[in-house]
């Protein structure tokens, strides 16, 4: 009680600075480098698929292509864009304290590392040996060379392609995933990721099929013969500068890194974490990465940079001698609304000893991944159906439990599948009950059109079964049924074998209480006016109120529908 008052004192976390950040500007600069690149590669590729129509079509595209890149202010922004790009992949591995992180963050460092390696060969032997010689670096001349000539170059050119192409998909996926509209999106530019690669390289190969059936050209008039044996030998001599550059870049920033770590180990700070563990890092470690080193879970959806709050951690000793808010990290906090005792591990650099506790447990079970909806929790408008059996235990207490099994089972087959043919989320039985997802991957007005025609669904299907079973129900089932729409925070949530994507937050409680309604009006559903409108149904024939919802602060307008309207109701759903 005494540290929930003492943090009530403290100020809030300060707001973002007016100006960005040096680090945001670092990111910014790093992400439109890599979509600089990511856009030449993607045209690139396509250029290559039109070897699929003919050698003219692929050369034609190439004028095209050359037209947009190969003149002074494209040039300038693609080479700028590589030395931006590569030059702050050596800077985050120099900044690293620890090679410890994720495997997909691993591979993507990994890649991006042998794409300079990779791609020099293939940037001299055409653009650069074009500027030497004045010989056309034509589809004719490139297939040529890579197919016939030094089939063993093309070899190692058609790895650079998969990983540059896969580098550039990772790097987009961990950009966009969070999007409120990727999850939709998703499969579609899947399908993308694979088809361009796979139809460039098939391209590539009708192209060096073509050209190795040909005779090969005479040189132009225009090209000096004599330049092109000096030329290959500065060719060569490019190439291995730039591996040699290149590999010793890395090599000095590996070398000054050991060499910080070395210097900074005279001078280690202590995080003490709530679990009883401990571990010693020097200054300048973030306590994600203290948590890595010392093999401690630590759930990180972004990877470390300071987006999605979910290494957030509470100091619970060692406040006042935390270095002050960036304006990365005070930006998410202030949209998290945290707390001032609350800062983001991956961007904390303590430079003294301090305890804390994550506030996200890291479980393996309970990392998300293994579930459509991968996003560790998110705002996202919703609707939300709640179903229950009117009268259940009075009806139950008169059966044998198979009965009451079989009936059951019956009951929720019918919701499962309307609210899946509708195209909603099944969340859970409780009971008796049932509650349902719309629009985790739509928009909340069809969200909102597939509850209620799953809500008609179910109100046909039970009718059908009443009919079917008018021998052993009576009365037959009815169910009362509580429909709502608003912003829910959905996420992976439970844990072990009950791990699933839910929702929680008002929208849930307001729709719960409508089916309580329903039960209490003696209606089919109870629907509020906000779900009725978005859906775009005439729900006009039926009655309209205001309601008190329990526990919410303003009263709900809802219209009401009674047992016996199916027919009216599939009517204004189905228009």
């Not at 100006?19 to 600089?36: D, M, Y």
């Not at 009443?466 to 429909?483: C, F, K, M, Q, Y």
């Not at 937050?505 to 409508?514: E, F, H, I, K």
Request: net charge positive; with cysteine; aromatic share 6%.
């Amino acid at each position: 009680m005494q540290q929930r008052a003492a943090s009530a004192n403290r100020p809030p976390p300060p707001k973002p600075a007016a100006g960005p950040a040096f680090e945001t500007v670092l990111r910014s600069a790093r992400l439109f480098s890599g979509l600089v690149l990511f856009c030449f590669v993607t045209m690139h590729l396509a250029n290559h698929a039109l070897g699929l129509v003919s050698l003219a079509a692929a050369e034609a595209g190439r004028l095209w292509f050359l037209a947009v890149w190969r003149n002074p202010p494209a040039t300038l922004v693609l080479y700028g864009a590589v030395l931006v790009h590569v030059t702050l992949v050596l800077r985050s591995l120099y900044l690293r304290r620890t090679f410890a992180m994720p495997a997909r963050e691993a591979l993507q460092t990994l890649l991006g590392l042998l794409i300079p390696l990779l791609l020099a060969e293939h940037v001299i032997g055409t653009r650069v040996f074009h500027e030497l010689t004045g010989i056309e670096d034509t589809y004719e001349f490139v297939a040529r060379a890579l197919w016939v000539t030094t089939p063993q170059v093309g070899a190692r050119q058609v790895l650079a392609l998969l990983i540059v192409w896969a580098h550039g998909c990772l790097g987009l996926h961990f950009w966009l995933r969070f999007r409120p509209w990727y999850p939709a999106a998703a499969p579609w530019l899947l399908i993308a990721a694979v088809l361009v690669p796979v139809l460039a390289l098939l391209g590539f190969t009708d192209l060096g099929r073509a050209v190795a059936t040909m005779e090969r050209p005479p040189l132009p008039p225009t090209v000096d013969q004599s330049l092109i044996p000096v030329a290959l030998d500065q060719k060569d001599l490019i190439t291995s500068t730039i591996y040699g550059v290149f590999a010793g870049a890395v090599a000095l920033v590996l070398l000054l890194r050991a060499w910080r770590q070395r210097r900074e180990r005279r001078d280690l700070v202590q995080i003490d974490y709530e679990s009883g563990q401990r571990v010693s890092v020097p200054k300048g470690t973030s306590v994600l990465e203290a948590s890595r080193i010392g093999g401690i879970p630590h759930f990180s959806a972004c990877g470390g940079r300071g987006r999605c709050s979910t290494c957030r951690i509470r100091v619970t000793e060692g406040l006042k001698q935390l270095p002050p808010v960036d304006a990365v990290e005070a930006t998410t906090l202030l949209r998290i609304h945290a707390a001032p005792d609350v800062r983001l591990a991956c961007q904390l650099r303590p430079s003294h000893s301090l305890s804390v506790l994550p506030l996200l447990a890291a479980a393996e079970r309970t990392t998300p991944g293994a579930h459509r909806h991968t996003a560790p929790g998110r705002e996202q408008e919703i609707a939300v159906l709640f179903c229950d059996i009117r009268g259940f235990t009075a009806l139950a207490d008169h059966r044998l439990p198979y009965d009451v099994v079989f009936l059951l089972n019956r009951y929720f087959a019918i919701v499962g599948k309307a609210v899946e043919k509708a195209g909603g989320r099944l969340d859970k039985f409780i009971g008796d009950g049932a509650m349902a997802l719309f629009g985790l991957d739509s928009s909340k007005e069809e969200a909102c059109r597939e509850a209620l025609a799953a809500a008609a669904a179910i109100l046909d299907d039970l009718a059908r079964l009443g009919t079917e079973l008018a021998g052993e129900l009576s009365p037959p089932l009815r169910v009362a049924i509580g429909i709502h729409a608003g912003p829910a925070i959905v996420g992976t949530m439970g844990y072990g074998g009950t791990l699933g994507v839910t929702a929680i937050g008002d929208t849930v409680n307001v729709a719960s209480r409508l089916e309580a309604t329903a039960k209490e009006f003696d209606a089919a559903i109870v629907i509020s006016e906000d779900a009725a409108r978005l859906s775009g149904a005439d729900l006009t024939p039926f009655e309209a109120r205001e309601i008190t919802i329990r526990g919410s602060a303003r009263p709900v307008n809802v219209r009401i529908v009674p047992h016996g309207s199916e027919l009216v109701l599939r009517r204004a759903a189905a228009a």
